[in-house]
């Protein structure tokens, strides 16, 4: 399967409304970076993780290496959130601190 | 402020035209990396490199050189240009922080080969 399994593929929310987005990895990973892309398609880093929980305002993410999994909740949703959302780790044992991305989740939030 | 630039913002290329994309970073990282994003691939490593005078395969190379001249510069070059290679490109340099690596991207440059 894919190195990087990025679920769900879209989600749709209300403004205010909370939810989670998870990626699921093949292999033992190192480290993971979120990121939002937004309209104009520019990355921007939201988390790196090499271990356990950060929080940053209204997002929070968790990066578990022995269970081989990350996830992005997103508390109160607004409309600025709207975009699309990367999982990327960089594999234990790979080389050239390379990143594996995931497919992303479009995250849509309503009014 | 430390930033990763890309130039041109967006090309138009022709079939078989050689097309250079460039990429500047002011954040002294050793490794930079060149990565194109298609609908429903995520993005996907071309070329990567470890420090000035270095170029490595990423995991599509094909149609596809890197030049790296300096610390600073990293440069992706098609040789004969073709329809297939109309993507978004993306430059990124990055960081080994020990426990893990860590990549700062640039804004894309949009490449549309008629």
């Known amino acids: 399967g894919m190195p990087v399994e990025q679920n769900p593929p879209a989600l749709s929310l209300y403004e205010g409304a909370d939810s989670g987005l998870r990626c699921n990895f093949s292999?033992?990973?190192?480290?993971v970076q979120w990121f939002q892309q937004n309209h104009r398609g520019r990355l921007i880093t939201l988390f790196y993780l090499a271990q356990g929980t950060k929080e940053n305002g209204r997002l929070k993410s968790t990066f578990n290496s022995k269970e081989r999994y990350s996830t992005l909740h997103i508390k109160d949703a607004q409309l600025e959130d709207s975009g699309t959302y990367f999982c990327?780790?960089?594999?234990?044992?790979?080389?050239?601190?390379?990143?594996?991305f995931g497919t992303g989740t479009l995250l849509s939030v309503k009014p | 402020e430390a930033a990763v630039t890309q130039s041109p913002r967006n090309k138009v290329a022709v079939t078989g035209g050689k097309v250079t994309l460039s990429c500047n970073q002011t954040?002294?990282?050793?490794?930079m990396y060149w990565y194109r994003q298609d609908t429903g691939h995520g993005l996907r490593l071309i070329h990567y490199?470890?420090?000035?005078?270095s170029t490595e395969k990423g995991d599509i190379p094909d149609g596809y050189k890197a030049s790296r001249p300096s610390q600073e510069n990293f440069s992706l070059i098609l040789e004969l240009a073709t329809p297939s290679q109309t993507s978004v490109y993306f430059c990124?340099?990055?960081?080994?922080w020990g426990d893990g690596a860590e990549q700062f991207f640039g804004p894309g440059t949009r490449l549309t080969v008629l």
């Open positions: 990327a780790a960089e594999e234990a044992g790979g080389s050239g601190n390379k990143l594996i």
């Open positions: 954040n002294n990282h050793n490794n």
């Open positions: 990124a340099s990055g960081v080994d």
């Open positions: 490199s470890y420090g000035a005078g």
């Open positions: 292999t033992t990973m190192k480290s």
